[in-house]
């Protein structure tokens, strides 16, 4: 069994214990694999290991890896996750190559991905990134901004709004950690009493995933407990 593989079977093991702890099915918690700045050999080892989703943060990188990958296992159901943040110029290849949009933060970015998702394609699933600690430095909305913007972009014709995501300001006290998933719980049980349909909430990584899982998280983005500590950032 490769490291790849040894590492993704620790990281299930986990969100196994994990959502156990707090009463939930492991089942309802998927494992993102966020494979930025790791090279497609080293997706194509987790593939191998039964791993099929992947985070990208850098669009010609993920680009590049993408092709890579279909042209090495075409067969292979490849879930891409477009989990970096987003220029206005650079929608058109996201809404081509990628399955899932997590860090849609303004109106004008969604209504392009919307315009761009090509004709026969399924609807493009989308979170709104929340800056739910308040970081001059993270991107985001604002959580009082949220409920407008998510409104909008439910009524667009080729993107499904699934949920909500965060990157919270680095916490060591699981107390901490779990106050700021539970903020953003919050606000997506505000939005589907409002009466959005969500199921999603994208929220922690490697350090804080157990206090996510604990929140409610559904999708966990996990780079370095897999693939190691990156080349670059």
């Keep these: 069994m490769s490291t790849i593989a040894h590492k993704l079977q620790a990281v299930a093991t986990a969100i196994q214990a994990a959502s156990k702890a707090c009463g939930r099915d492991p089942a309802a918690v998927q494992l993102l694999a966020v494979s930025k700045t790791f090279p497609a050999a080293q997706v194509l080892e987790a593939i191998a290991a039964g791993q099929h989703a992947f985070g990208e943060n850098y669009l010609q990188e993920a680009l ?43 109106l004008k970015v969604a209504q392009r991905l919307s315009e761009q998702r090509p004709a026969g394609m399924a609807p493009l699933n989308v979170c709104i990134q929340v800056n739910i600690s308040g970081e001059a430095s993270k991107s985001g909305v604002a959580p009082g901004e949220l409920p407008e913007l998510a409104r909008q972009v439910a009524l667009l014709p080729n993107l499904t709004l699934r949920g909500l995501m965060a990157i919270p300001e680095p916490e060591i006290d ?13 606000l997506a049980d505000a939005l589907r009493a409002g009466g959005l349909e969500l199921d999603t909430l994208s929220m922690g990584m490697s350090a804080d995933m157990a206090a996510a899982i604990a929140e409610g998280a559904t999708i966990v983005r996990v780079g370095s407990a897999i693939f190691g500590l990156r080349n670059h950032d």
């Design 174 to 186: 699981a107390a901490r950690q779990r106050a700021a998933f539970a903020r953003l719980r919050a």
């Design 64 to 106: 590049d890896k993408i092709a890579d990958i279909k042209a090495a296992v075409p067969a292979e159901p490849v879930e891409w996750h477009f989990i970096g943040p987003i220029q206005s110029n650079k929608t058109r290849p996201i809404a081509a190559s990628f399955d899932w949009v997590h860090t849609v933060e303004r």
